[in-house]
């Protein structure tokens, strides 16, 4: 039976809200970084090579991400859940033998999947860009087997960083994998687009993996030395005892395991449709495609930062029981998270053609995706970070069955729509499976647990981001037109609108709990 859930009004920031604003607002801060970089990449490739080469290159390290999120075994969600629990109950011995469990295998399947990528040939490029077998997939299997040095690696170093996290420690997610490795990016491809070769640039994407790797490597010994000691907190006094590792092991993997084809379905699901569309319709269309969803990607980053803050606290507070604060956080995150990301997805409804130009000539063919894609994220940042709870609730197996009815969902509308419509097949394929995933997860989170998103603080973000960033552009492009000074001088007046409302409402969206500077933090009081 679900345990019933407070429903009273907000009180003044509880520890767990506060450690939330410390760490979200962190992630946030190194999740603009990487969106920046990111969104920053696909400029760099997209001017630098010509569509086919561009579609190549996003064909070629969607492949290799997809292949990575296999290998991974769903561990680094299976990691911040074990240790934050086991830190919570005060089972300090079992942390070294859970780092084992996680490590060992995937580390191997990496090394499998790397061997695969370097088996990839011609034959089998012309199928994934629907080609004829010609010299340019070449430069495809050259990209492919490039990368391929780099995906044992990457690996075992996403699992790492998660391990961190499970520590209560955001310093390797923030620091590393949000702005190091992503402006290591950039930097080198950069230079990189300067002999504009894809295959180069291949090289230059993925080459920042082994810096990252060796610190986020130096950060968790020390964390975990640390906590053996009882630093920290989340343990008990006296010397840990042995944990039985089989026991570590079963149970480990019996939450792991459907979190594994999740994580797999999930990545497939984000990925999985650039590859389609370059073996449906060639690697031209893959380009505009991947151009067309970099500001979705750029909303979903923030969306991911404030999970992943949210993750390891979410987790101590369901292995307790305390449903009523678990609550109480999944409804402040989700109304931070409203704050973030509607804004972008309002701004890509009303300015698609002016943002779109920024990848050069051609790309505004990729308007109606993003206006898709966008209505799509407006309903699943106002469900919450729902795949997260319902897992840390220990319902893996349910966010199983809901990831592949999701990916089933898309696989299904792709390879119907994608061959007569193309990219814009691709796009309702994307939007159905998001829909279809936020929607029934929020449902099975209400049923299994009493827990909702929507509290005053979520309707009230919602309400203001709606007002600023939807009706006082749109309105500004009805009656003026959409030139790039109308929508960029619409967009600028609804943000300042957008920042006074945010102040008005500062109390109800519990901004105070942010970590600001002391002056800052007196004029939100």
């Not at 604003?21 to 920053?40: D, E, K, P, Q, Y």
């Amino acid at each position: 039976m679900s345990q019933a859930v407070s429903q009273t009004p907000s009180q003044p920031g509880t520890a767990a809200t506060r450690k939330l604003a410390r760490h979200g607002s962190a992630n946030l801060a190194g999740a603009l970084v990487t969106a920046i970089a990111g969104f920053a990449t696909v400029v760099v490739v997209t001017r630098a090579v010509g569509k086919a080469e561009a579609g190549a290159f996003f064909s070629a390290t969607s492949l290799f991400l997809i292949l990575c999120s296999i290998a991974r075994l769903g561990t680094p969600t299976g990691v911040v859940w074990a240790l934050a629990r086991y830190r919570a109950l005060g089972q300090r011995e079992r942390i070294v033998p859970v780092l084992r469990t996680s490590l060992v295998p995937i580390a191997v399947l990496g090394v499998v999947a790397g061997i695969v990528m370097l088996l990839m040939d011609p034959r089998s490029a012309a199928v994934l860009l629907r080609t004829d077998g010609s010299a340019g997939d070449a430069g495809f299997v050259s990209m492919v087997r490039a990368l391929a040095l780099f995906v044992p690696v990457a690996v075992v170093y996403d699992t790492l960083t998660a391990a961190t996290r499970g520590f209560g420690n955001m310093r390797a997610t923030v620091l590393v994998e949000r702005v190091g490795r992503p402006a290591g990016q950039l930097a080198l491809l950069g230079a990189a687009a300067l002999g504009s070769s894809a295959v180069w640039l291949t090289a230059a994407w993925a080459l920042p993996y082994l810096p990252a790797f060796a610190v986020t490597v130096a950060m968790l010994v020390r964390l975990v030395r640390r906590d053996e000691h009882g630093i920290d907190g989340g343990g008990i006094d006296g010397e840990p005892v042995a944990a039985p590792a089989e026991s570590v092991r079963r149970e480990f993997w019996r939450f792991t395991a459907p979190r594994s084809l999740a994580t797999v379905a999930q990545m497939a699901s984000q990925r999985l449709d650039i590859v389609l569309v370059g073996a449906l319709r060639g690697p031209i269309e893959a380009a505009l495609y991947t151009a067309a969803t970099r500001f979705l990607v750029v909303g979903q980053t923030a969306g991911l930062a404030l999970s992943m803050s949210a993750q390891p606290l979410l987790g101590s507070l369901l292995a307790r029981d305390d449903h009523a604060e678990a609550n109480r956080v999944y409804r402040t995150a989700t109304a931070w998270l409203v704050i973030v990301t509607w804004p972008l997805y309002l701004a890509m409804l009303v300015g698609g053609p002016v943002l779109l130009s920024i990848f050069g000539s051609g790309y505004e063919a990729g308007l109606p995706v993003m206006a898709i894609l966008s209505l799509s994220m407006l309903v699943a940042t106002a469900c919450g970070m729902v795949d997260m709870v319902l897992t840390m609730a220990g319902k893996t197996t349910w966010n199983l069955a809901n990831t592949l009815l999701a990916l089933g969902v898309q696989i299904g509308l792709d390879l119907l729509l994608i061959p007569d419509h193309g990219i814009l097949g691709a796009a309702w394929g994307w939007a159905a499976a998001i829909v279809v995933r936020n929607v029934v997860a929020l449902v099975q989170i209400g049923v299994s647990t009493g827990m909702n998103p929507f509290g005053r603080a979520t309707l009230v973000a919602g309400a203001l981001a709606a007002g600023c960033f939807g009706a006082v552009p749109g309105l500004a492009r009805w009656a003026l037109g959409g030139s790039v000074a109308v929508v960029f001088g619409s967009l600028v007046l609804g943000g300042l609108a957008y920042l006074g409302a945010l102040y008005g409402a500062r109390h109800v969206l519990e901004l105070r709990q942010l970590p600001l500077p002391r002056k800052l933090r007196r004029l939100l009081k």
